[in-house]
């Protein structure tokens, strides 16, 4: 009896440390422009930047953050555009290993700014 207790105590320990061993592994995002960062605070594309994010979950299958979004309508062309401030619901998925790295490679949610929502979709390749 005593036996089946130490055994039951060496197991416990030994699936702690491996499973602390795996959720401490660092997770990286991999931005549209290449671009591989832990827990960004900003993320650009073409005419949105995501600012000020804060994540929840980091590390999971879906991590999720909250922010602030900067939107260029680029009416009539981007040049000549208008910035628009809101702000942005995202997660990230799909992790994959890419050089050694665990890195998450898919980004969506929406942005709201002046009352309209639109959607943010990227998965890098």
């Known amino acids: 009896m005593r036996k089946a207790g130490i055994l039951a105590v060496a197991m416990i320990a030994i699936a702690a440390t491996f499973g602390t061993a795996v959720a401490s592994a660092k997770v990286?995002?991999?931005?549209?422009?290449?671009?591989v960062v832990y827990k960004p605070k900003r993320v650009e594309f073409s005419d949105l930047t995501l600012t000020k994010l804060?994540?929840?979950?980091?590390?999971?299958?879906i991590a999720r953050a909250h922010g602030r979004s900067r939107i260029n309508?680029?009416?009539?062309?981007?040049?000549?555009?208008?910035?628009?401030?809101?702000?942005?619901n995202v997660r990230i998925f799909r992790k994959k290993t890419i050089a050694g790295k665990v890195q998450y490679t898919c980004i969506k949610?929406?942005?709201?700014?002046?009352?309209?929502k639109s959607p943010v979709h990227f998965c890098a390749p």
């Open 28 to 35: 990286y995002y991999r931005t549209p422009f290449e671009k």
């Open 54 to 61: 804060e994540w929840r979950h980091w590390g999971t299958k």
């Open 73 to 88: 309508d680029c009416i009539p062309y981007c040049g000549a555009g208008t910035i628009h401030f809101g702000t942005a």
């Open 109 to 116: 949610g929406t942005v709201k700014a002046d009352g309209d």
